[in-house]
């Protein structure tokens, strides 16, 4: 029974490590689909707001945070403006370590503040960028997501998208709006999260556990000795891996 247990988790070990493949497309095409879904037009893809987003990324891996404001000081805004785009209200949603652009689009739809950002009727463009690299101490991938309406001419521009991988299994995100209005508010929310394929993850490796722990008891019982020092290693160490799949598989937005 313990072999089948070790075979399982060799299966299952890609899901653990939440080996993921998506690009900036995927955001943005998931994202105008539940506007679609609610009623609102979809958002036209402008190339300004793309070039803000990447800024974004990049200054969050240079200055090494994980927040929408820098501890330079530069806020979301402070990145479109630099980009040259003229915004009348804009919007910042924020992803890291997800496993899929799926994941990503369902657990800011499970946030009411990231909810209002993707179905906010005054927004019209968007711009996403997602990017790989070490933030924080550890290796993983950030999508950052940003909506803008404009008194510009709007430009809208096919984006290939070019797809990222990444190796972690934690995920997290952030979402914060502004509007440059009498009633402007901004915004901020955490909760907890699961991406269900992670949640299969967890629920496998917790029956493998608890398979192995049954099957302790059985040949204790059975043999009628006590337990040794070698089953007592084996069970912490399943234990462990249990407890390390858990903090791999939940994650926040805020």
Do not use: C
Request: hydrophobic letters at 50%.
């Amino acid at each position: 029974m313990a072999g089948a247990g070790i075979y399982l988790v060799r299966l299952i070990s890609p899901a653990i490590l939440g080996t993921a493949t998506f690009s900036a497309r995927e955001i943005v095409e998931l994202t105008n689909k539940k506007r679609l879904e609610n009623n609102l037009p979809p958002l036209a893809q402008n190339p300004l707001l793309f070039q803000a987003a990447q800024a974004k990324a990049a200054n969050m891996f240079a200055e090494d945070y994980w927040a929408h404001f820098a501890p330079s000081g530069k806020s979301p805004w402070f990145f479109i403006s630099a980009s040259g785009y003229k915004y009348l209200y804009a919007g910042e949603n924020l992803a890291r370590d997800f496993t899929n652009a799926d994941a990503i689009v369902d657990a800011w739809m499970g946030s009411s503040t990231h909810r209002s950002n993707m179905l906010d009727k005054n927004f019209k463009e968007i711009g996403v960028a997602v990017a790989d690299g070490k933030l924080t101490g550890r290796e993983g991938i950030l999508v950052v997501q940003m909506f803008g309406a404009s008194n510009q001419p709007s430009v809208a521009k096919a984006l290939e998208g070019e797809q990222l991988t990444t190796d972690k299994g934690q995920l997290a995100g952030e979402s914060q709006q502004i509007a440059l209005a009498p009633s402007a508010t901004a915004t901020v929310l955490a909760s907890r999260q699961f991406a269900i394929s992670k949640g299969i993850t967890l629920v496998l490796v917790g029956f493998i556990f608890a398979l192995f722990v049954l099957e302790t008891i059985v040949l204790v019982r059975r043999a009628r000795q006590h337990l040794g020092g070698g089953v007592l290693a084996h069970v912490a160490i399943l234990g462990f891996l249990l407890l390390a799949v858990w903090y791999s598989v939940s994650g926040a937005i805020v």
